[in-house]
Nanobody
Framework: QVQLVESGGGLVQAGGSLRLSCAAS????????VGWFRQVPGKEREFVAS????????YYADSVKGRFTISGNNSKNTMYLYMNSLKPEDTAIYYC?????????????????WGQGTQVTVSS
């Protein structure tokens, strides 16, 4: 199983940008479909973006499409989420995940591989 550690969260004003990183150990990223989720207290964790192992395809939630970009660097075993034009409603804890699969419109980690999360707060 892969171990995941996120970094890069913080406080930013609306309209600003952040880059989140997710470093993997234990197994290489190119063995998985990987991605990002976010969660607000009291709400379900929601899918944000994912990318295929070869980087050829990426998927985004409608709420972030056109503002967020997911990418991976297999040589560094690291995944990134570039977040632009941030809005207060993007405030959440962001989690990276590996071994993703989509079924019936829902994304989930088949092996339960999750990072510990990083807080992103967007002020208005």
């Amino acid at each position: 199983q892969v171990q995941l550690v996120e970094s890069g969260g913080g406080l930013v004003q609306a309209g600003g940008s952040l880059r989140l990183s997710c470093a993997a150990s234990g197994r290489t990223f190119n063995s998985y479909v990987v991605g990002w989720f976010r969660q607000v207290p009291g709400k379900e964790r929601e899918f944000v973006a994912s990318i295929t192992t070869d980087g050829s395809r990426s998927y985004y939630a409608d709420s972030v499409k056109g503002r967020f970009t997911i990418s991976g660097n297999n040589s560094k075993n690291t995944m990134y989420l570039y977040m632009n034009s941030l809005k207060p409603e993007d405030t959440a804890i962001y989690y990276c995940a590996a071994d993703l699969q989509e079924s019936g419109g829902r994304w989930y980690s088949r092996s339960g591989s999750w990072g510990q999360g990083t807080q992103v707060t967007v002020s208005s």
